[in-house]
């Protein structure tokens, strides 16, 4: 379990984390959301207590994970694959990183088979592809076989294959009732990934919720394509229906080169069909949309773009 | 803690990358060994003197230990920048939230590796320059040291392995530097200017400042540590300053890797701990300046060298009455440079007896550079320096001819005459008159050294110096530290035995004539001609042209005309005092002394040699006395016997005290058993046996013949004899037995 208690983070003036409060529970797989600069990596960072937090507090099954003897047999982690001296050879590297920890180091054998690195164990850290690295990262978290992972972007860099394995991995350690956290600025992988996500913007949190009720809540819209916009409109509007204008792009056919494109919600196709013909007008296009998770994310987020533009002041690397 | 720092060596020993900086080395054992070669090409092919002149070497280690430790100082840097320039940092940082126990974990593999490492090494750089020099090596210098210092020298051994140990310590320092730069560019950068550029800064200050600054830079430390020189430091403080070293720069990693907001904490912790390893040593060992009570200030005597400093001291004229009357003495004093530690001060014991130590020690200040390097040189102008005022400088400076009595009356005639001559001067003042014994002169010599603040003096005795340090051996054991008698006089040894080499030089003297055609007897048996000359002159002195007849050289005149020049040649290869001297016999031997007397009277104003009054009033006070004529005949039939060519001159002095007013007061007597450190005798051809003489009374001593002329050959300069001379009082280390100074020049 991790517990983050009204925890804010600071660089300089910029607020980075702001009185960020939420739990992330064992036996699922928690998505831990936001974009680009949102703070997730700095609540990550401060959870390992390699920031100090401005106030507040990140506890790991209860205490600062820098007061644990030996951090790595709580909770394992894996902020950042490149984090590794490349003159060291994958076994040696794990073989120095379970020592510190009283690791046993069979273990090392044992994780190395898990992420699928036993052939390269001898090689040089340094000739490893991102994806592989991603996978040695992933061996260090699970090095100390923790109760506890949080893993940060964690399938970045690997393959379909590789992403479908992680997902099969972390699917696993939450089913053995382990608490897995990982983080992601693409809410379409989360969709396929986690039980329950917690979105966070400009260091606030936005949601804390189950992935299935999240996707509830963002209804799907209905596309409406029509020669007559306006007087459509004015009908499904009198029948409670909102309606944008919709941008459908190049999916425009040559034939309807005349009709414009309508997002409608709060009417579904049916309706939207009856009261077309009901005012004569021809359909061109009726077609009902479920809603993306990316979009709903994307909703979720409106409010923090701003920041977005702002987050490359935001340090990441820098181990204060 | 057990695990992180298994963890840490683990790192430590998993990156080829630290074998690869760990071999770059071997490029300081080639810095030993090249810088070596050289030195030992310059040497070939110098003189002796020049050879002498070389700066040591040492252990050798000096050359390349830069080098060494900047290896080693990357290494111990590259042990955490490695790690944030990797961006591994942030994974040891998860697995070890401690911070610091993460940073300080590093230690011990480290230290482990660096000591090993920095052991070998220091063995290696040693015996590369070791090897480089060669037989070389073992040349000893002007400065007291040889050119290389094996590992049999005193301290070599710890300065070795100090160097080593220092390694590790700048291990320890890159590491520092590392964990509070944080990058690698950066931490070479600090290191660079803490190992390379400040020493050379250090050198390019002026004199005290560069031996000041320079000591406290961490290659100077080891020499140090082990007490054989490089700085001012007490080892002591040299060893606290490597540990604050250490301390400082493990505290600012320290520091730096703490998370900003709690470092002052361990700022301040570091900061203290540094603070008080350096200090506490150091002002244990106390200041070793001195604590010269004596007003020092510039000389009044503007021909004395600018350098040195006078004072005056009081001492009472009669030292069994000291609340009565006294006398000022002036005091010379060549301070030490400051190059290297102070280690205390050499009272260089002027001849005569009387001659001005104060005025020697000026005109040969040259000789006491390399001593001066530790040591506080002082000289004393004596009670017994005939110009000193208190009697008339022409009674003292002159005094009756001697003739030897062949009859009682004859001898009861000569002590008439020597009493009034010595009347005439001490009526002045008797009670000084009758104090002028050497005895009194060490007492005087300890006032000087109470009044320097020193525990112990080491001694430089001169010629008649000897005879001062003998007193002072007697009356001060406990105060010696060391005692050099150069050309001493001896009392041990009774009249002829104290001129044996005497006689051995006028043989040389003769065989040079017979081999030079220059000689002005080439070609004759100088000893006959030398023999028949004395024999017809005791019969019928020679006159001197232009002088009344009373001025008539006598054989013994004749002898002690010559005599300073039969045991000083002068300088090679045209011995000019001989050349003059076979001249001098030549002339004599047609008929006419003045040969002799021309350069008597440039030295004596006198046309025959007088028995001076002013060493006499010494001289008669410290026993050179016959008891009575029976003695007189008694040491004179054995000079006969041992001395067919001087025969005589070794009745001289003995002859001038005849009828002194005053009696022995300091009769010679045995040196203690026992409370002596080891002595060191040296001499040349004609002054060795005398100083081997006395120190062979003192258990553990030593003495070392230079094999050619001279008379006081440290302070003429001679290089060899400065060379042992000053390893002695450096490092209380004697020659071994039966070492001799070649002659200069070949």
Not at chain 1, 199 to 207: E, T
Not at chain 2, 138 to 149: D, S
Not at chain 2, 634 to 647: D, F, K, V, Y
Request: one cysteine or more.
């Amino acid at each position: 379990m991790i517990e983050v208690r009204g925890l804010s983070m600071r660089y300089g003036r910029t607020l980075a984390v702001d009185d960020l409060t939420c739990t992330v529970k064992p036996g699922l797989v928690t998505g831990f959301l936001g974009p680009n600069g949102a703070g997730k990596s700095t609540t990550m960072r401060a959870v390992l207590g390699l920031e100090v937090p401005a106030s507040g507090e990140a506890l790991v099954d209860g205490r600062p994970y820098a007061s644990l003897r030996r951090p790595m047999r709580t909770m394992g982690a894996l902020l950042d694959a490149g984090a590794v001296h490349g003159g060291r050879s994958a076994r040696d590297h794990l073989g120095c990183l379970a020592r510190s920890n009283g690791i046993d180091r069979a273990r090392v054998t044992a994780v190395l088979d898990q992420v699928g690195l036993t052939d390269v164990a001898g090689k040089r850290i340094g000739g490893f592809s991102l994806g592989m690295k991603q996978r040695l990262g992933m061996a260090a978290a699970l090095l100390g076989d923790p109760a506890v992972l949080m893993f940060d972007e964690p399938l970045n860099g690997l393959d379909p294959e590789g992403i479908r394995w992680l997902r099969g991995l972390l699917r696993s350690l939450a089913d053995e009732g382990r608490t897995v956290l990982l983080s992601s600025h693409l809410m379409n992988e989360m969709a396929l990934t986690a039980d329950h996500v917690i979105v966070i913007g400009r260091g606030r949190l936005i949601a804390d919720a189950a992935m299935n009720a999240l996707a509830a809540h963002f209804q799907g819209d209905v596309l409406v394509r029509t020669r007559h916009p306006e007087r459509l409109t004015a009908i499904m509007r009198a029948h409670g229906g909102t309606v944008v204008a919709a941008d459908d792009g190049a999916r425009v056919a040559r034939s309807a080169a005349l009709s414009a494109a309508l997002s409608v919600r709060g009417l579904d196709a049916s309706e939207i069909g009856v009261l077309a013909l009901s005012q004569g007008i021809a359909l061109v296009e009726l077609t009902p949309r479920a809603a993306s998770l990316e979009e709903a994310f994307m909703r979720l987020t409106e409010d923090s773009t701003e920041y977005r533009s702002e987050s490359g002041t935001t340090p990441k690397e820098t181990v204060r | 803690m057990i695990d992180v720092i298994a963890s840490e060596w683990m790192k430590l020993r998993t990156l080829r990358s630290n074998l690869h900086v760990l071999a770059c080395s071997v490029t300081a054992v080639l810095a030993c060994a090249g810088i070596a070669f050289m030195i030992g090409r310059g040497f070939d092919g110098k003189t002796l003197d020049e050879k002498m002149a070389f700066p040591g070497n040492g252990d050798g280690l000096g050359n390349g230990i830069a080098v060494a430790y900047f290896v080693f100082a990357v290494l111990g840097a590259l042990a955490i920048t490695s790690e944030h320039s990797t961006g591994m940092i942030q994974t040891s940082l998860v697995a070890v939230p401690r911070r610091r126990v993460l940073l300080l974990a590093k230690i011990p593999g480290l230290a482990a590796v660096a000591l090993v490492a920095g052991q070998v090494l220091a063995f290696i750089m040693h015996a590369a320059s070791m090897a480089a020099l060669g037989d070389r090596a073992g040349q000893l210098l002007r400065e007291g040291v040889t050119l290389g210092t094996p590992l049999s020298e005193p301290g070599v051994l710890a300065s070795v392995i100090v160097a080593g140990l220092s390694m590790a310590a700048v291990a320890l320092i890159g590491l520092g530097v590392g964990a509070a730069v944080r990058s690698t560019p950066g931490a070479l950068v600090v290191l660079t200017v803490l190992i390379v550029v400040l020493p050379v800064v250090a050198k390019t200050l002026p004199m005290p400042l560069r031996a000041q600054a320079g000591s406290f830079m961490i290659e100077k430390l080891p020499l140090q540590i082990a007490g054989v020189g490089g700085g001012i430091l007490p080892p002591a403080a040299a060893a606290g300053l490597l540990v604050a070293y250490v301390l400082a720069a493990l505290t600012a990693g320290a520091t730096m890797i703490t998370p900003a907001g709690r470092r002052i904490k361990v700022l301040a912790i570091g900061a203290a701990a540094a603070l008080l390893v350096s200090a506490v040593p150091a002002a244990a060992a106390g200041s070793p300046g001195p604590s010269p009570t004596p007003a020092w200030a510039d000389c009044a005597d503007k021909t004395l060298v600018k350098e040195m400093r006078c004072a005056t001291i009081k001492v009472p004229v009669n030292w069994a009455e000291r609340s009565g009357r006294s006398i000022d003495l002036a005091v010379g004093l060549l301070p030490a440079t400051g190059a290297q530690r102070r280690m205390g001060t050499v009272f260089a014991i002027p001849g005569g007896p009387g001659g001005s130590g104060v005025e020697d020690l000026s005109k040969n200040a040259g000789s006491f550079t390399e001593l001066r390097d530790r040591f506080d040189v002082v000289s004393v102008e004596p009670r017994n320096t005939v110009d000193k005022g208190v009697l008339s400088f022409d009674c003292l400076f002159s005094g009756p001819w001697i003739s030897l009595p062949e009859t009682p009356a004859e001898y009861a005639e000569l002590g008439r005459r020597n009493r009034a001559a010595a009347q005439r001067c001490r009526s002045a003042d008797p009670e000084f008159f009758d104090h002028m014994d050497s005895a009194s002169v060490a007492r005087d010599m300890e006032a000087i050294r109470v009044a320097l603040g020193e525990e112990k003096l080491s001694f430089i005795a001169n010629s008649y110096g000897g005879r001062p340090g003998i007193e002072y051996s007697r009356l001060f054991p406990g105060r010696v530290r060391a005692m050099v008698f150069d050309g001493s006089v001896n009392p041990y040894l009774h009249g002829a035995h104290n001129r044996l080499a005497h006689e051995k030089s006028f043989t040389r003297f003769a065989a040079w004539c017979a081999a030079t055609t220059t000689c002005a007897l080439h070609g004759q048996d100088v000893g006959e001609v030398w023999r028949a000359l004395v024999a017809r002159a005791d019969r019928v002195p020679v006159p001197v042209r232009g002088e009344s007849p009373a001025a008539a050289y006598s054989g013994l005149d004749i002898k002690e005309a010559a005599a300073p020049s039969i045991i000083s040649p002068g300088e090679e290869p045209g011995l000019p005092r001989w050349t003059e001297l076979a001249e001098a016999i030549k002339r004599a031997a047609d008929g006419d002394a003045s040969g002799f007397a021309d350069y008597v009277r440039q030295a004596t104003k006198s046309p025959k040699v007088p028995s001076s009054t002013g060493m006499n009033m010494t001289h008669c006070l410290d026993g050179l006395v016959f008891r009575d004529y029976e003695e007189y005949r008694r040491r004179r039939r054995e000079g006969e016997r041992l001395l067919p060519n001087i025969a005589g001159t070794e009745l001289w002095h003995p002859l001038g005290c005849v009828g002194w007013p005053t009696s022995v007061t300091n009769p010679p007597g045995p040196l203690p058993a026992r409370g002596l450190p080891p002595y060191l005798g040296v001499g040349s051809w004609t002054d060795f046996d005398r100083s081997a003489d006395i120190v062979r009374r003192v258990p553990g001593s030593a003495a070392v013949q230079y094999q050619g002329y001279g008379h006081g050959l440290y302070n003429a300069g001679n290089s060899c004899v400065i060379g042992h001379v000053n390893r002695y009082l450096i490092s209380l280390r004697l020659p071994a037995s039966g070492t001799v100074c070649p002659k200069s020049g070949t």
